[in-house]
């Protein structure tokens, strides 16, 4: 198996590099605390004069039309900065939603919210998780209700870390539409702003907010949408949410595996140059297998996510579902111990916040969490082995 890219995405690799180290990484404080995003917003016209914007949409939406395989290439170099992929346009949730949109929506949904969205004149949401009892690792446990109405549906219940709810123009929910396991769940298109949607509140977390990235939660009361805003079909709810998830899965570990990376990097500097005991840290034994087993983690995950991306570029997305769960999982833990042992080969300057690693561990901690916690996938990739869905061949 090869995951050989061709000289025009390897050139395309470098740019989407030297931007961020170039024009993002040095201003990433500037942009967490500037409340009018001036910055953002010069970047974000910087990367389309650039032939940057939006790289995971087609070339008629103003993408560069790539696959999967050309996304982890793009993606993972995006993600050496917790800000990069907002700067390209193609950040979670909204670049989950695009291609959602783009698959399943009718043309009248695109161009009401998808082609807005492109342009980034708004943000959105996916409503999905709820508090408990409601749905969780679980998507059976869903409580949200849409309920068949003269001209429309109803809809009624809670939801909570739907990520950048609060400033969103639409909201992507799920809501369930019968009691079957397999077809009872349904997408709707909302306005964020419509009759009978709250927002209660933002959910405190471990980690500061980072621009859109809000977990809010919400309350639909009575809230009536058309026929119109039922996305695919109804009881295409959970079909649909697969279809979403997977790939979202991978574009996630892409990001985390540049931030780990980016965190070796910064250790490496360090460790080549502070004396202690005698000698440098990069000297000391311990210090090496530390980092010795961090990079084996990045490598593999590099190629986890590389050999997932070429299953899904090949249309096979059920065989690429359990290794997507081996990625997710392997990627999110290996992304916390890289961060952990960062801080702990720093010491004290480690834990400080004059360096960025004590803030990143904090958002990276939600990885094992987030699109399933790790003890979810590992059931996945267990069941679908015994059920022999897949071998240990590549």
Not at 140 to 162: C, H, I, M, Y
Request: net charge neutral; with cysteine; glycine share 8%.
């Amino acid at each position: 198996m090869s995951f050989g890219l061709s000289a025009e995405l390897v050139e395309l690799r470098g740019r989407v590099r030297a931007f961020v180290d170039e024009r993002i990484i040095p201003h990433e404080r500037e942009l967490l605390s500037d409340v009018k995003r001036t910055r953002l917003k010069a970047l974000q016209a910087e990367a389309k004069t650039a032939g940057l914007w939006t790289p995971h949409l087609p070339k008629a939406l103003g993408g560069l039309g790539l696959g999967p395989m050309g996304m982890a290439a793009l993606f993972r170099e995006m993600g050496r900065s917790p800000v990069g992929a907002k700067v390209f346009h193609c950040d979670a949730p909204d670049q989950g939603n695009m291609d959602l949109l783009l698959a399943a929506g009718t043309d009248a949904q695109k161009k009401r919210w998808l082609e807005p969205l492109v342009r980034a004149e708004i943000t959105s949401a996916f409503c999905m998780t709820e508090p408990a009892p409601g749905a969780g690792a679980d998507p059976t446990n869903l409580r949200t209700v849409a309920k068949e109405v003269p001209g429309g549906w109803q809809l009624d219940g809670r939801k909570w870390f739907s990520t950048g709810a609060k400033n969103a123009a639409f909201l992507i929910v799920m809501a369930r539409t019968s009691d079957d396991p397999r077809s009872g769940a349904t997408m709707f298109l909302v306005d964020r702003h419509a009759k009978g949607v709250r927002y209660d509140r933002d959910v405190p977390v471990m980690a500061p907010d980072v621009l859109d990235h809000i977990e809010g939660e919400l309350t639909f009361e009575g809230c009536v949408v058309g026929h119109d805003a039922v996305i695919a079909g109804v009881g295409d709810g959970f079909r649909l949410a697969q279809a979403r998830l997977v790939p979202a899965r991978l574009t996630h570990c892409m990001r985390w595996l540049g931030l780990a990376t980016r965190t070796l990097e910064l250790c490496k500097q360090y460790l080549a140059t502070r004396v202690s005991f005698g000698k440098e840290l990069a000297r000391h034994q311990a210090v090496q297998l530390k980092l010795a087993e961090n990079a084996t983690g990045i490598h593999a995950g590099n190629l986890m996510t590389m050999h997932c991306a070429s299953l899904l570029e090949q249309g096979l997305h059920r065989e690429a579902k359990p290794y997507s769960s081996m990625a997710k999982v392997h990627v999110a833990r290996l992304l916390c111990q890289v961060l952990d042992d960062a801080i702990q080969l720093h010491g004290a300057l480690g834990y400080s916040e004059d360096l960025p690693f004590s803030l990143w561990y904090r958002a990276a901690r939600a990885a094992r969490i987030a699109d399933g916690p790790d003890e979810v996938h590992q059931v996945t990739i267990a069941r679908d082995l015994m059920l022999g869905r897949f071998e240990l061949l590549v």
